[in-house]
């Protein structure tokens, strides 16, 4: 499964979600994809590589770690970077 999977199942339940449940499932979906990719990190609180997002999206270290832990969500076109990296 990719990341437009769970954008697509979130967007398609017509749930009326919170903003911040949002961005914990996209975080949590985020960190299990990346970890089954080979991005687990032993060191990251996050359990997953921030820079090997960074990398992948262009965004500093900061922002890979607020989409990791559910701070933030990235744009469109950052979730289409994401996604064709991880496939």
Excluded: H
Excluded at 25 to 41: P, V
Excluded at 42 to 50: D, I, L
Excluded at 63 to 68: C, G
């Amino acid at each position: 499964k990719s990341l437009y999977t769970i954008v697509d199942y979130i967007f398609s339940k017509n749930i009326d979600m919170k903003v911040k449940t949002y961005n914990i499932e996209f975080s949590s979906r985020l960190r299990e994809i990346m970890i089954q990719r080979g991005y687990a990190s032993q060191t990251a609180s996050c359990g997953v590589s921030p820079s090997a997002l960074s990398k992948a999206t262009g965004c500093f270290n900061e922002m890979a770690l607020r989409y990791l832990d559910g701070r933030s969500i990235p744009n469109p076109e950052t979730i289409i970077k994401i996604s064709e990296w991880l496939e």
